[in-house]
Structure formats: C-alpha cells, structure tokens
C-alpha cells in the first residue's frame, strides 16, 4: 500500500476499494466503510476525501482519473495517519479531518483540543497581526535609543 495525499478539490472512492486510514478519517465515515483489520477499512458505500487528506491505498486499486486528484508521498518510515510537524510558527497543523492545532511563534501549542480550520485560521491571522505589530513597536523603541546615543554622541563632540 501507498500513501497519497487529495490535491484535488475532493476525491471519491467506490465500492470495494480497501483503505488505510486514521480513527478519525474512519469514524467519520463509519456508515459507509466496514472494518477488515486494525486500520484497514472496505468501502461499502461510496466515500470522499478533501484537499489535504492522507489516505493510504493500494496503486493497482487507483485508476488515470483518481490519481490525476493524488500526489504520492515518500515511502520514508512514517506513519502517514501521524500530523506533520510544522517547520514555520507561528502556523497551523493539521491534524485530522476537520481538525487544526494552532502553534505560536515560540512552538507554544495554544489549542488545548483540535479546532476547526476556519477558527484556526482565525486564531493564526491575529497572531501574525499581533507579531507584526509586536515587531513594528520594537523597531520604533529602538529607534529613539539609537537616535538618544546618536544624539548624545554629537552633543560630546560638540561640547569639545
């Protein structure tokens, strides 16, 4: 089995087609998949996934239309049902589906329980706001101190 990550706006798989997939990824779509093993699931009612959704599924199952939707992820040992780390902050992680943790600048995980993506977003954009204008008072606190130093600076060698 391969791992792929949904490029496309949605992707839907049909009757039969045996997928590995996270608790959450399964619960949510519980009417429509029966178990086989721990983590593997047959679709016994048609079953779609969203832009940004792992799912990990056999090749020969995929067919031209399904994957021009699917971009494979490396075969590196991952568990792909595991959240990526993020490398930027302050950031949003997905989680799961639907699911969002929101991270600061300082790797704080601020969400105490997986949010909705548009709260996240929410949550994430305030934060950039309130960095940039953290930063922007910064530059203008420096700013006299260096004018003060400069200006004291001048006054001594105006003095001699």
């Known amino acids: 089995m391969q791992t792929y990550e949904v490029t496309g706006k949605q992707i839907t798989f049909g009757l039969g087609t045996e997928l590995k997939l996270s608790e959450s990824q399964a619960e949510s779509r519980a009417t429509s998949l029966k178990k086989k093993t721990k983590d593997i699931f047959e679709v016994v009612e048609a079953v ?89 008072a910064n530059e203008d606190e420096e700013s006299p101190e260096k004018k003060q130093s400069d200006n004291g600076a001048n006054g001594t060698d105006n003095a001699s």
Do not use: M, W
Request: aromatic letters at 6%; a negative charge.
């Open 48 to 136: 779609q996934f969203k832009r940004g959704e792992k799912i990990t599924i056999s090749p020969e199952s995929l067919t031209k239309s399904l994957l021009e939707n699917l971009k494979e992820i490396s075969d590196k040992k991952s568990d792909g049902n595991k959240p990526e780390v993020p490398t930027e902050y302050p950031c949003i992680q997905h989680i799961s589906f639907g699911k969002y943790n929101v991270f600061d600048a300082e790797k704080n995980l601020l969400t105490p329980k997986p949010i909705k993506k548009d709260e996240a977003e929410k949550i994430l954009a305030e934060l950039i706001k309130k960095n940039e204008s953290d930063d922007n």
